[in-house]
């Protein structure tokens, strides 16, 4: 299901990247670092990703910490699917660990609208599109210029609000304040090749490819990944307050497929200018592909980091951060005016130049992997390996 070649950025040979194995000889998982197409475990020096994130200079680390090897990205890849995977040997996990998992919202002019529309569609797809030419006539579509929280903002604020035309995602689209919410629970991540989970109570869903930051406790940002933040637009539209369950289901956030630690050759700059490219392969020979410029973002990275991790909430095991997205599929799959929703077996591939590609099956929630291994497992597993 997955090249290995296309799984590693573009520049491999130089970039610093690390991820997590689970070894079924102990039982458990490893930090490895990712050495000219191999994975080495260095968890002898960091036994969690968390430790590593949290180190002064992670990238040195990763680049020099001695290492058991474990085999090549390619066969961890192969051996990762759960469908085929071969229990007695290696396979990859998400490259996240005891980190909260957050997630900004309606960071993206497209985006924010598209919220709007579910608000005022109430989960009811066949009104999507009336409601999007009406939003679209009233608020335009080039909210992308309006700095968040500006006084050109407030004041458009006002007018939209004259013309009953505010909207809660509109608030936090513009507003001073970010939407920033929990996305998953620390351990709940899928990796690479694993299955991508839809809750069978949506009809109405899509994937969400977003580059997602890797944020120390300080609020330092060390390093990046890719990430599919899967949402039910029919269940969050009937109500905001129904986001965590929308959001956060059994295998519904995917990231990966390695952490690539910032270094001179890699920094936040090459995320503000990264494109994230997103393809969906059906069963049915559907093929939907589209993309999301980071450069078009509403918040600048720095800034949503800042309103994550600041003096009012701490984070002391550090967080990942989805970014948001631009990507909105509105294309009708089957039936017209019904726009686009996952079907079982979908194929996801989210990529990016420097950052390699993230790739999941989507599967109903209830047949996905169910998630048994969380933290308590974890520091026994770690505290029996002498690691602790």
Not at 218 to 238: H, K, Q, S, Y
Not at 258 to 285: C, H, K, M, N, P
Not at 347 to 352: E, G, L, S
Request: charged share 20%.
């Amino acid at each position: 299901m997955i090249d290995s070649s296309a799984a590693l950025p573009d520049d491999a040979a130089t970039a610093t990247l690390a991820g997590r194995v689970w070894r079924p000889d102990r039982e458990g998982p490893s930090v490895v670092a990712i050495r000219d197409g191999a994975a080495f475990d260095i968890s002898s020096i960091c036994p969690t990703m968390r430790d590593l994130c949290e180190a002064a200079d992670p990238a040195s680390i990763a680049r020099t910490a001695p290492g058991e090897p474990l085999g090549t990205v390619g066969a961890l890849l192969a051996n990762t699917p759960p469908g085929t995977r071969d229990r007695s040997k290696p396979w990859l996990l998400a490259p996240v660990d005891l980190q909260a998992i957050k997630a900004a919202g309606v960071t993206f002019a497209i985006s924010m609208l598209e919220r709007v529309i579910e608000e005022r569609a109430r989960g009811d797809i066949s009104a999507a599109a009336a409601i999007r030419a009406e939003v679209t006539s009233l608020v335009g579509d080039d909210l992308a210029k309006l700095k968040p929280g500006s006084p050109e903002a407030a004041r458009l604020k006002q007018v939209l609000i004259q013309q009953n035309a505010w909207s809660q995602y509109l608030e936090v689209g513009i507003g001073p304040d970010a939407e920033i919410f929990t996305k998953a629970q620390p351990m709940a991540a899928v990796g690479t090749g694993m299955d991508a989970g839809v809750n069978p109570i949506s009809s109405w869903n899509n994937p969400e490819p977003e580059v997602v930051l890797a944020v120390a406790s300080t609020g330092r940002i060390v390093g990046a990944t890719l990430g599919n933040d899967v949402n039910l637009r029919d269940v969050e539209g009937r109500s905001a307050l129904l986001l965590s369950k929308a959001k956060d289901n059994n295998a519904s956030c995917a990231i990966g497929p390695f952490i690539r630690f910032f270094d001179a050759a890699f920094t936040l700059e090459d995320i503000r200018s990264t494109t994230v490219s997103l393809r969906v392969e059906g069963l049915d020979q559907y093929v939907l592909e589209g993309s999301s410029s980071i450069a078009k973002i509403s918040r600048d990275p720095a800034d949503l980091v800042a309103q994550m991790v600041n003096a009012h909430h701490r984070y002391p095991d550090g967080a990942v951060l989805f970014l948001g997205t631009m990507f909105a599929p509105i294309e009708d799959r089957d039936v017209k005016g019904q726009g686009f929703t996952h079907k079982t077996g979908d194929v996801v591939t989210i990529a990016a130049p420097k950052l390699g590609a993230l790739v999941n099956r989507i599967m109903p929630t209830d047949q996905c992997e169910p998630w048994t291994f969380g933290v308590a497992a974890l520091m026994r597993n770690l505290a029996a390996r002498g690691l602790l």
